[in-house]
């Protein structure tokens, strides 16, 4: 995320150059009037002070914590670009027009921050809570996702094909349950988890009688705890 926001203040930099370029090369006098008058500096300090801006409000958009949360911010960054741009077009214009009043500018170009600012922060708090949507659904859907794969594992681990066929039915039964877990759903996930270690220590010693009665009475605990989840929705 550090290397993108970096070519962004590069790209950021080139526009504040193209505005100050613009501005000082750009005729000094117009119909007698020139530009260079008190309002130009109050209005040249404000327009850069919206360049500086928006530069943060980008800041705060690049400034993700991980790739997923970037993902969210992208709308963010959109946003920012094109306000920058428009405080570009604008700023230049109000600046380089030797009668076009400066206030006008300095109005234009905080308008311009003022609703980035506020499309970025209504943008954030929809990133922010996407984004912790997204962690409380890994959170609740890692019993299964776990047991999925720890399944699959004693499948490949079975040592004869009766064992093999048994552990195939444990890992069906937890690959197609219901994968949202519950603080409701404790007490039959630790039953479940007990009874998989017993399994596992079977699976281990190869014993088919114990693999066969432990994996029916695992399949048994998962089919109860999805007929749970559905009483829960």
């Known amino acids: 995320m550090k290397k993108h926001f970096k070519s962004y203040v590069a790209i950021w930099a080139i526009m504040l150059a193209i505005f100050n370029v613009a501005t000082f090369v750009s005729p000094n006098e117009a119909a007698g009037m020139t530009k260079f008058g008190g309002a130009f500096w109050s209005g040249y300090i404000f327009i850069t002070l919206a360049f500086i801006g928006q530069l943060v409000a980008a800041y705060y958009a690049f400034n993700a914590k991980n790739i997923e949360k970037f993902f969210y911010n992208v709308s963010l960054i959109r946003i920012s ?13 109000c600046m380089a027009i030797t009668n076009l009043p400066n206030w006008v500018g300095i109005i ?17 708090v929809a990133a922010d809570l996407v984004s912790a949507t997204d962690e409380k659904i890994k ?17 490949a681990r079975a ?42 220590d079977a699976v281990a010693g190869n014993n ?10 695992v399949c048994i605990l998962v089919d109860d705890r999805n007929k749970k989840c559905r009483l829960l929705k």
Request: charged share 20%.
């Open 159 to 200: 040592q004869s094909e009766e064992v093999k066929v048994e552990c195939k039915k444990v890992y069906e039964a937890v690959r197609y349950s219901d994968p949202m877990s519950n603080e409701a759903l404790a007490t039959t996930e630790s039953q479940i988890t007990l009874k998989f270690a017993e399994l596992a």
């Open 139 to 155: 959170v609740q859907t890692f019993f299964i996702k776990s047991l999925t794969v720890d399944a699959e594992g004693l499948l």
């Open 208 to 217: 088919t009688e114990a693999v066969q009665k432990t994996a029916r009475e």
């Open 108 to 124: 234009l170009c905080f308008a311009i921050m003022g609703f980035t600012a506020i499309a970025v922060v209504k943008a954030s």
């Open 81 to 93: 670009w094109t306000g920058l741009i428009l405080i570009l077009v604008f700023g230049t214009l």
